[in-house]
């Protein structure tokens, strides 16, 4: 599987996020960008998780059918073509880190797909991972952190 890149103008791979992306701050999601795209791939999905959360992974934003074109989402926004899923609030869109205690890791995970995804809004991540297989052509990931203050 080829890689792609994301990196975020808020934080670098393994740093803090900023409090105004988490429950802390405004709670908006940060600007994110892609690179490396492969030329075959006809969307981008993206899921933001927490492996750290202490009832297992807490899924903070899942996002499918982004233009594969797309080489920036900007802070607290996405292209008019993309469509969210449930996060484990369980609500659609951005929600911010908010750890119960202690520093956690944070995934964004973005994915280059061969096909549009034709899944409702209530999707959830393992609906979104399922519907994915076999058509996954790169994958990138951007880890940050977040402690409570």
Known sequence: ??????????FGHGEAIPAR?????????????????????????LIMDDPDAPVGTWV???????????REIPESGL??????????????GYGGPCPPSGTHRYFFKVYALDTALHLGPSTSKT???RAMEGHILAKGELM??????
């Open 1 to 10: 599987m080829e890689m792609l890149t994301i990196t975020s103008p808020a």
């Open 21 to 45: 992306y988490t429950c802390d701050g405004n709670d908006t999601s940060p600007a994110l960008v892609i690179a490396k795209v492969p030329q075959a791939a006809q969307t981008l999905a």
């Open 60 to 70: 903070h934003w899942v996002v499918w059918n982004i233009p594969a074109q797309t």
């Open 79 to 92: 292209p008019p073509q993309a469509v969210t899923g449930k996060n484990s609030w369980p609500r659609t």
């Open 127 to 129: 609906v979104l991972e």
């Open 144 to 149: 940050g952190t977040y402690k409570r203050r």
